[in-house]
Nanobody
């Protein structure tokens, strides 16, 4: 079993920045596919960014391309999402997701939430105008 714990959410004004973190613990694997998703009330969970230990590929949804950056620490146990130039439409609950083991390339965002095995409980991001 793998546990994921997100942190770093909060309230920020439009144009500001936040850095989300997700710490993986438990029966982690050296190979993983990781992603950030977000969800607003009444809406489906949508992929924001994804990456894997098996390749240098990174995927971003169009609306965050150039503003958000996904990364992982060298130990492959902490996932980050640097969010710059935040917009009010970025307001959502942000979730960390993992698929372990995952020796291949990153999963592109079209695969959806069902491709991932483990989920955190989420961290709220609120962007005000």
């Amino acid at each position: 079993q793998v546990e994921l714990m997100e942190s770093g959410g909060g309230s920020v004004q439009a144009g500001g920045s936040l850095r989300l973190s997700c710490v993986a613990s438990g029966n982690t694997d050296s190979t993983n596919c990781m992603a950030w998703f977000r969800q607003t009330p009444g809406q489906q969970r949508e992929g924001v960014a994804s990456m894997s230990t098996g390749s240098s590929d990174e995927y971003y949804r169009d609306s965050v391309q150039g503003r958000f950056t996904i990364s992982q620490d060298d130990a492959k146990t902490t996932l980050y999402l640097q969010m710059n130039s935040l917009k009010t439409e970025d307001t959502a609950m942000y979730y960390c997701a993992a698929k372990m083991p995952c020796p291949g390339p990153a999963l592109d965002l079209s695969v959806g939430p069902s491709a991932y095995d483990y989920w955190g409980r989420g961290t709220q991001v609120t962007v005000s105008s």
